[in-house]
């Protein structure tokens, strides 16, 4: 079994061991020390993993959606999605909001 990623940094690939989750880390916290995890369970790299056969037909992490921790000091991408739901440092991460444009009068 691959190690759980404790070090993130911009451009790392993970894979959840639960589930069809994949994500790109965009931005890291500026230690880069996090516990990022997935249904529960810690991340590992992507390279050579596979997920976990069986779950839940429903997504809860969705394709091409960008999702941040509580201080947004993390900010993942969603490139495959999956039943578990992200985690950073046990606390659930949110899917990031658009930045409202600025009103043009």
């Known amino acids: 079994m691959t190690p759980p990623v404790t070090t993130l940094r911009p451009g790392d690939q993970l894979a959840s061991a639960v589930c069809g989750t994949r994500v790109v880390v965009v931005r890291a916290p500026a230690g880069?020390?996090?516990q990022l995890a997935?249904?529960?369970?810690?991340?590992?790299?992507?390279t050579g993993a596979k997920p976990a056969p069986g779950g839940v037909a429903e997504a809860v992490t969705?394709?091409?959606k960008r999702y941040v921790d509580a201080d947004g000091a993390l900010e993942v991408?969603?490139?495959s999605s999956g039943t578990g739901e992200l985690s950073c440092d046990g606390v659930p991460m949110t899917i990031k909001t658009a930045k409202p444009l600025p009103a043009s009068d």
């Open 32 to 34: 880069g020390s996090a």
């Open 38 to 46: 997935c249904g529960g369970s810690p991340m590992v790299p992507a």
């Open 62 to 64: 969705l394709i091409g």
């Open 77 to 79: 991408l969603c490139t």
